[in-house]
């Protein structure tokens, strides 16, 4: 508002300064008054994202009786899953409402058509109100507490007040904006993983058609010409491929006569700077197209593939890492840590690094993982209250990140911040005051 004032004056005192003082004044104070009274209605949890982690939160915040609005940039919920078609679902998590989720959707190849009207009805179900079309342009805080956040709609700015506002952009947008503490990219260097679309191809053969779900699986499929990484490797070596493409995915899609592929790869891309994004929209495109014209000649089953669907985003796959009160290592995923403070138990994926100055994963893809713990304070921003993280954007470091960032646990990971917001809603507390064992019996761990 400050810099608006300043604004405001320069451009009432300007041509020699026609306006008086006490004039002047009165029109600033009008029109930040105008300003300041667009106000929405106070809830108990704000939840910005609509990505499963969010959706996953106004579920169980509503479920638990908070008077809840979850806000969404884009036109439909769903997240990465719809917008940038990222598909099957991965990893898992110990969970009730992971299985609801995914009963509910049609497993971990849902239709991206519909996934979105899911997640709407499971919210409505639950008593959680939502509202499309909405940025998140600013967080407003007073003495380091988060009490809403002020969105840009097509109406103009509008302000909503929370007792507790989740964050569940990916991005971490709103902490940013509230002046949290964040990490990007890998200790050395800072830079991120690679961005990429996913799309889907139909009118494949379902007999013929092979599947390839990682580097590691392309060693074993065979095709007439030799496994599909020598396939790759040598489109690769020839150009018919750009270099930063070392592996072609292919998962089944939800029709047997369609997959999704994930061969794209935009290196140096940091997915909150505008410019960034630009480039890796376009390119990425321009890539799939050429991913296709292989698969036509080189992919068994695919000789008369078409591109389907092309997402509406490009897919991010890391950007801001908020710090917490706790801090989920490299270290903690591959041994299993388990924690008394966990909100996510037995978290479930590989460390899965894709490279971000060449092809391929950065590191082997049989870099496993044993079932681990994500505890509460990795929720719980550091430096500031009313204010709970939820998704890919929790603590933890570039490693750790790599294995919680898949949606299944982002599921988990925003059923845990929905129930501690409206815990803390009810009770006047913060997040960071809230005794953990009172979430997890909420979470039905104790039972």
Not at 238 to 246: A, N, Q, R, S, W
Not at 260 to 286: C, F, H, K, M, P
Not at 389 to 408: F, L, M, P
Not at 429 to 439: A, C, E, F, K
Request: some cysteine; proline content about 4%; hydrophobic content about 40%.
């Amino acid at each position: 508002m400050r810099n608006r004032r300043q604004f405001l004056r320069g451009a009432l005192t300007g041509a020699g300064g026609a306006l008086v003082s006490g004039g002047m004044a009165a029109t600033v104070q009008a029109v930040e008054l105008a300003e300041e009274q667009r106000y929405g209605q106070p809830v108990d949890v704000l939840i910005c994202g609509g990505g499963p982690a969010g959706m996953a939160a106004g579920v169980m915040a509503a479920r638990q009786g908070a008077k809840v609005l979850l806000v969404e940039r884009y036109g439909r919920l769903g997240g990465m899953a719809v917008q940038a078609l990222v598909g099957p679902l991965m990893g898992g998590a110990d969970c009730p409402f992971v299985d609801e989720v995914l009963n509910r959707i049609g497993g971990r190849h849902p239709d991206p058509n519909r996934m979105d009207l899911e997640y709407a009805a499971m919210l409505e179900e639950a008593g959680a109100s939502i509202m499309l079309h909405a940025w998140a342009m600013g967080a407003v805080v007073e003495d380091g507490c988060v009490k809403g956040i002020r969105l840009l709609t097509k109406q103009g700015a509008l302000r909503i007040s929370a007792k507790v506002t989740i964050d569940a952009t990916g991005d971490g947008d709103v902490a940013c904006l509230a002046g949290a503490e964040f990490e990007k990219g890998r200790p050395a260097d800072k830079l991120m993983q690679p961005a990429s679309i996913m799309y889907l191809v139909g009118g494949v053969d379902s007999d013929e058609a092979i599947l390839c779900g990682s580097e590691e699986e392309a060693h074993q499929v065979r095709t007439p010409a030799g496994s599909w990484h020598e396939v790759v490797a040598k489109a690769q070596s020839t150009g018919e491929l750009p270099p930063e493409i070392g592996v072609v995915r292919l998962y089944r899609g939800h029709r047997s006569t369609e997959r999704i592929v994930n061969a794209t790869q935009i290196n140096r891309v940091d997915g909150t700077q505008v410019a960034d994004l630009t480039r890796g929209e376009i390119e990425a495109r321009r890539q799939a197209y050429g991913v296709l014209d292989f698969l036509r000649k080189h992919g068994p089953g695919y000789e008369n593939a078409h591109i389907a669907m092309m997402p509406a985003i490009l897919g991010i796959r890391e950007t801001r890492r908020i710090r917490g009160v706790d801090y989920l290592t490299r270290e903690d995923v591959i041994t299993g840590r388990k924690r008394p403070d966990v909100v996510v138990r037995s978290a479930s994926f590989v460390i899965d690094i894709h490279n971000p100055t060449g092809p391929g994963q950065a590191e082997n893809f049989a870099t496993r993982t044993q079932p681990y713990d994500i505890p509460y304070g990795c929720l719980v921003p550091r430096s500031l209250d009313g204010l709970l993280t939820a998704g890919r954007c929790i603590s933890g470091s570039h490693d750790a990140h790599a294995s919680y960032r898949v949606q299944c646990i982002a599921l988990a990971i925003g059923a845990a911040a929905g129930t501690a917001a409206a815990l803390a809603a009810e009770r006047g507390q913060q997040p960071r005051q809230l005794d953990v064992s009172h979430i997890q019996n909420a979470l039905g761990f104790n039972s």
